[in-house]
């Protein structure tokens, strides 16, 4: 349920149309819906400003599209997370208008815009190219979710001279995510040369002792550059839903 449901259904009980039992059953009944195997919270986006997000990893291509289905039919807006070809051949089955990023592996649909607008630009910067999955990711949360959003790739610290000429951008944003494997230096430098918040996202690309993403984690948790937020390995979805809150509420 949204925000405009809810209202013509408050609207109705003012005008005497409906009674306050049957208020209190419609957005009750609209809170969430169960499918045996999973349970829709349908008053996501009214708590958080955007609706339940769908994570495909163990789910059977038929569960994905069962509650793609209800999300969107009753909201219109759906997003998906590590979605494989096949869980995406059986959304869009009932979902005609979804979309794959075969890269982010992410599912979306935006039948109408989203109930809350990021103010500034949220810039996701990249070490390298094997980073590039989990940058996607970052950039089709942050972008479904009503942001301006822009990329700037494979400037890692083995040639710091690629980013130290994108001055510009990086100062132009409000909110920077940093996407790095190997020994996950780049938000420590992206840190130390702006004044906005930095969210450093660790991946699990790397040689042997880089530990599938320990050891770039440890780096950016230990980070000398003040203010440097760090998220979990190749959680690329959580930095992005946390650049948006924070792009929100830029003045």
Do not use: W
């Not at 479904?144 to 130290?164: K, P, S, Y």
């Not at 001055?167 to 780049?186: E, Q, R, T």
């Amino acid at each position: 349920m949204i925000k405009p449901e809810v209202k013509k259904i408050l609207l109705r009980y003012k005008q005497g149309t409906r009674s306050e039992e049957e208020v209190v059953k419609a957005i009750s009944s609209g809170m969430v819906e169960t499918l045996g195997f999973a349970t829709v919270d349908h008053h996501r986006e009214m708590r958080q400003g955007f609706p339940e997000v769908i994570f495909c990893e163990g789910k059977t291509g038929l569960q994905v599209a069962q509650i793609a289905k209800k999300i969107v039919n009753r909201g219109g807006v759906l997003f998906a997370t590590r979605a494989n070809p096949k869980q995406f051949s059986a959304v869009k089955k009932v979902v005609r208008r979804a979309r794959y990023n075969t890269v982010a592996r992410t599912i979306s649909v935006t039948n109408r815009p989203v109930s809350k607008r990021g103010q500034g630009t949220i810039l996701i910067v990249t070490a390298g190219t094997s980073d590039l999955p989990v940058a996607e990711e970052a950039f089709e949360t942050a972008t479904i979710m009503g942001n301006n959003v822009d990329r700037l790739t494979d400037v890692g610290v083995a040639g710091i001279h690629r980013l130290l000429t994108q001055s510009k951008k990086l100062h132009s944003a409000s909110v920077i995510i940093v996407v790095a494997g190997m020994d996950g230096a780049l938000p420590s430098v992206v840190g130390g040369l702006v004044d906005v918040p930095v969210i450093a996202v660790p991946t699990s690309v790397g040689y042997g002792a880089n530990f599938g993403g320990v050891a770039p984690l440890l780096t950016m948790l230990n980070s000398c550059a003040a203010g440097v937020m760090v998220m979990n390995i190749d959680n690329g979805f959580g930095a992005g839903v946390a650049a948006s809150r924070i792009n929100r509420r830029k003045n």
